[in-house]
């Protein structure tokens, strides 16, 4: 499995930012995201470039999760991009950013932005095939 093969990987990825409640901010949160059971959840798509399309979903007040089409990431300037929007995406919640395979359960991302590390990061080897 290559980590960015749409054929591998499924073409969209997942992505999530999982935060915590805190304060005023966690109050206006749960305000807007709170919504009944079967209503539609709001959705906010991002071109971090040109041709680069981030759908990000507000599942929950403790979740942000979004989508990309790995076949707009084919290149390393694209994959760049993706990378750079990642970091400022968890520079500006404080958060971890992971990206796991399309469907999976978040027990194993295989790339993220690392806070500590200032970086996105590899959080395991692809297996080649």
Do not use: N, Y
């Not at 999760?65 to 790995?70: S, Y």
Request: hydrophobic letters at 45%; a negative charge.
């Amino acid at each position: 499995m290559r980590f960015f093969d749409p054929d591998s990987m499924g073409s969209l990825p997942d992505v999530s930012v999982l935060r915590r409640r805190d304060g005023a901010a966690g109050a206006r949160a749960e305000a807007v995201l709170s919504r009944p059971a079967d209503a539609e959840r709001p959705e906010l798509r991002v071109w971090p470039a040109a041709d680069v399309l981030a759908i990000l979903r507000f599942w929950a007040v403790e979740e942000i999760g979004f989508d990309v089409d790995l076949r707009e990431l084919q290149g390393q300037e694209r994959l760049d991009v993706f990378c750079d929007f990642l970091r400022v995406v968890g520079l500006r919640l404080g958060k971890p950013v992971l990206m796991d395979a399309e469907g999976g359960d978040h027990s194993h991302p295989v790339l993220g932005f690392d806070g500590e590390a200032d970086q996105v990061v590899l959080s395991a080897e692809p297996l080649v095939t």
